[in-house]
């Protein structure tokens, strides 16, 4: 059986972690990344049975690397911890890696249910989606938050941006070392509670802004 760390950047999704925990395959093992959250998260992650780590600095890069860095198994998976993702298709993104077919993957998100995607962040993905996908000459739809890759890899890539520009560099870090870079569908459903980014049109255009910074100075 492979085993997969999966990390999970939370900051106050206390009402969503106990579906999200539950959902995890078989020798998949959480490690929720508390960034600051004030309604209890991190103990009720802890009362699921998944590995805590608390992380001062915010920002979604800052959550996602400290949970890289703490890390143990061969591969590494991320998602978001708002319920927006079901962790039972973790397989389907994991498996091309573990098989050795891949040495990236991306969940492509298919939305399920109104209210899933807001439409300022589906634009906003398109639009960010095909840019990188000419600077890395990689097709790719999507920039969407579940991916796998191997772990001491991912660490050598080097990834320096720590707020939402970090997927995206680490996509583009990934092209320029010759990685393979594949994508799969998942679904993507309405999350529970309210979105701290992307949810939002003002999140929606720090994103952007973020990313597009990372597009100039890596690209």
């Known amino acids: ?6 990390v999970l950047p939370c900051l106050d999704e206390a ?13 998949y093992r959480a490690i929720v990344v508390d960034n600051g959250s004030s309604d209890g998260s991190a103990e009720v ?26 890390a143990e198994a061969p ?12 962790l039972g298709q973790l397989p389907d993104v994991v498996g091309p890696v573990a098989r050795g077919e891949r ?15 807001p439409w300022h962040a589906r634009v906003a993905n398109r639009y960010l989606a095909r840019r990188i996908s ?30 939402s520009g970090y997927p995206l560099e680490t996509v583009l870090r990934a092209a320029v070392a010759g990685w393979r870079i594949g994508e799969t569908p998942v679904l993507y ?11 939002t049109v003002r999140g929606t255009a720090t994103a952007i802004s973020d990313m597009s910074r990372v597009l100039r100075e890596v690209s």
């Open 1 to 6: 059986m492979i085993r997969v760390d999966v």
């Open 15 to 27: 009402a969503a972690l106990p579906d999200v925990l539950a959902r995890l395959p078989e020798g």
């Open 45 to 70: 992650a802890a009362a699921a049975g998944a590995t805590v780590v608390h992380e001062a600095r915010r920002g979604y890069g800052s959550a996602v690397h400290a949970g890289l860095v703490a």
């Open 75 to 86: 591969i590494v998976a991320f998602a978001d911890a708002d319920a927006s993702f079901d």
């Open 103 to 117: 040495d990236l993957m991306l969940g492509s998100r298919v939305m399920q249910g109104r209210g899933a995607w």
């Open 134 to 163: 000419a600077a890395a000459h990689v097709p790719l739809s999507d920039l969407g938050p579940m991916r796998a890759a191997n772990r001491v890899p991912l660490l050598e890539l080097g990834v320096r941006d720590r707020r």
């Open 189 to 199: 459903r309405p999350r529970v509670g309210v979105s701290k980014v992307t949810g």
